[in-house]
């Protein structure tokens, strides 16, 4: 189905044909259109185009109403203060508008997919091999998720990219350790995802543990594990090989929590810091020989002017180090190099903790000197903020312990159960256990992508799983509260009645609901999933408040009755898919 007009768009053609009727020179002028508190919509730009035009403002404004065709989809115009223009929809153009919204059969609810985009490799979600994910992995995992969510349903062609821990020295340790210990993996047989992601976890933890205190106590493990690390850098078959049992036991585990958040990784999108190895000394006598690195001190570096540290020296971006081995900055080029010359990418955007701003700065200065990043080829760090404790302070355990990932996620899951058991109604225990996952991963999720990415948040379990406030489980109510409506509509169907008049809170709805695509389009080229978010906490609380003071099933006319069920069904939908693209579900039952 073809995408549907909004309202906005509509009454920004009407006004600008207006004004280039009034005013020639005028035309293409945006009229600064937007919502208003004094009618439904505010036209602004006439001020500024009677400054250019020498014109009195508020005459220039009467002129263009008097050019404005108004009937089938604007109501009224009347000028205000200076030169304003506040605009009346007609109550049938907003149910006529849903109406086409609603006969989309695509699910889209008419937003427009756009064509001829480009490709987008989005880097989030990055667990270290044979490590337990901890909260600080939540926020790259979740906004991440909802930013490829967002793109792909706007039409963007959109390759996900799992930059996962799985090089370094520490593999020497653990790869030495399970050559000598080789049963340490064994795992017993288990068809749950979940137990098997706890047992792969607690034999990882159990033999790192075990390897660092070896490696601790023993000399000559200690120089057996060095030499490990070189034999893994130069491709040795065996040793190879078993650092594959720890990328495959740890990808396990990595499953399992993915599965828990409800959000779909898949393998062949995992490619890790060794995916990039073969091509590190390549970016390196790239960067040589075309002046972009110079040696110093051995060590192949960029400098930037505006970079110093605490001394007033330069801090340069060191892409290999003077012993030979090569750093963050060596991996994080060649894989900008492979996703512009090989993926033919047009943007990469990393989902990155703000704190290694600094690091990204320089690749990407870096990479735009090598030629590598250009106008038509751009890369953005989608910093994220802290995960904070109610205290405000970065979010730990009694212990000091850095909170493990898997135990927050089931304790929310534990407190939603709770709220969905008290509200349920005939829902057996197994529907309460999968209700209750729904809402608790869904409130973790809200809270982290109701903050704009870039700031801060305080997880705070007991207001996430509250039915009042701005909370996934307000919108999942408000979702299941209108399943049951319709359930107990029986045979008589939502059905938009464009003759009828609408009450002020049916029009707020209305309006309202008519503002999906742009905010959608917006949070998507933004990268914004929190504008989405708070659109959908306002549709709610508008919900609310139609529910409130228009009786649906006990409306004055069977066709009031019908046109209300619709305007039910339409904010169900939208509630629904736009959920949806935040990586939440929407239970029919609560």
């Not at 007991?462 to 909370?471: E, I, W």
Request: with cysteine; proline share 3%; charged share 25%.
């Amino acid at each position: 189905m073809a995408s549907v007009t909004s309202l906005s768009d509509s009454v920004q053609q009407h006004l600008a044909s207006a004004l280039s009727a009034t005013l020639p020179e005028a035309a293409g002028a945006d009229p600064l259109l937007r919502r208003s508190d004094r009618a439904d919509f505010q036209a602004n730009g006439i001020l500024a185009l009677a400054k250019k035009a020498k014109a009195n403002p508020r005459e220039l404004a009467t002129q263009v109403v008097s050019q404005l065709v108004t009937g089938e989809v604007i109501e009224d115009v009347e000028v205000s203060g200076p030169g304003f223009l506040n605009i009346t929809i007609a109550d049938k153009a907003i149910t006529r508008n849903l109406a086409a919204r609603y006969a989309d059969d695509t699910g889209r609810l008419g937003v427009p997919f756009a064509e001829n985009t480009g490709t987008t490799v989005i880097d989030y979600a990055q667990p270290n091999v044979a490590k337990e994910m901890h909260v600080g992995h939540l926020r790259s995992a979740v906004i991440g998720d909802s930013v490829v969510q967002l793109l792909e349903f706007t039409g963007e062609n959109v390759i996900r990219r799992h930059h996962i821990g799985d090089w370094g020295t520490q593999f020497g340790m653990l790869i030495q350790y399970l050559d000598e210990h080789p049963h340490e993996l064994d795992h017993k047989a288990s068809d749950d995802l979940q137990a098997s992601g706890e047992e792969a976890m607690s034999n990882l933890d159990r033999l790192y543990k075990a390897a660092r205190k070896k490696f601790d106590a023993d000399e000559e493990f200690k120089t057996r594990a060095r030499r490990r690390v070189v034999d893994l850098q130069a491709g040795d078959e065996h040793t190879l090989a078993i650092w594959q049992k720890f990328v495959d036991e740890s990808k396990i585990y990595f499953f399992s929590v993915f599965e828990k958040l409800d959000m779909e990784v898949r393998d062949p999108d995992i490619v890790g810091e060794s995916g990039y190895n073969d091509m590190l000394a390549e970016t390196c006598r790239l960067l040589e020989e075309s002046g972009v690195a110079v040696r110093s001190e051995g060590a192949l570096c960029v400098f930037f002017d505006d970079v110093k540290g605490p001394d007033g020296n330069p801090v340069p971006l060191i892409v290999q180090k003077s012993d030979g081995g090569y750093g963050y900055a060596a991996t994080d080029l060649s894989a900008i190099r492979d996703r512009v010359f090989n993926l033919k990418a047009n943007s990469l955007v990393y989902v990155v903790d703000a704190r290694q701003s600094l690091h990204f700065k320089m690749v990407f200065e870096t990479a735009r000197r090598a030629g590598w990043l250009n106008d038509d080829v751009k890369a953005f760090q989608l910093a994220f903020g802290t995960v904070l404790g109610k205290d405000g302070k970065p979010f730990k355990t009694r212990e000091g312990e850095t909170v493990r990932l898997v135990d927050l996620l089931d304790e929310a899951i534990d407190r939603a159960s709770a709220v969905v058991r008290e509200k349920a109604q005939d829902l057996s225990e197994e529907e309460i256990a999968e209700r209750g996952a729904q809402v608790g991963i869904g409130a973790v999720k809200y809270a982290d992508l109701s903050t704009s990415a870039n700031r801060d948040y305080k997880f705070d379990l007991d207001q996430m799983v509250s039915l009042n406030g701005d909370t996934s489980v307000y919108l999942q109510y408000a979702y299941a509260r209108i399943q049951s409506i319709l359930r107990k509509a029986g045979e008589v169907r939502p059905a938009a009645r464009p003759e009828l008049e609408l009450h002020a809170a049916e029009r707020a709805l209305g309006l309202h609901l008519d503002g999906f695509a742009e905010t959608v389009n917006e949070a998507a080229t933004e990268y914004a999933p929190h504008k989405l978010a708070a659109y959908l906490y306002q549709l709610a609380s508008l919900y609310t408040s139609f529910y409130d003071k228009c009786p649906v099933l006990k409306a004055e006319t069977p066709e009031q009755v019908e046109n209300r069920l619709f305007l039910c069904d339409v904010t169900a939908r939208t509630l629904h898919r736009g959920m949806a693209l935040l990586g939440i579900r929407t239970p029919e039952r609560l």
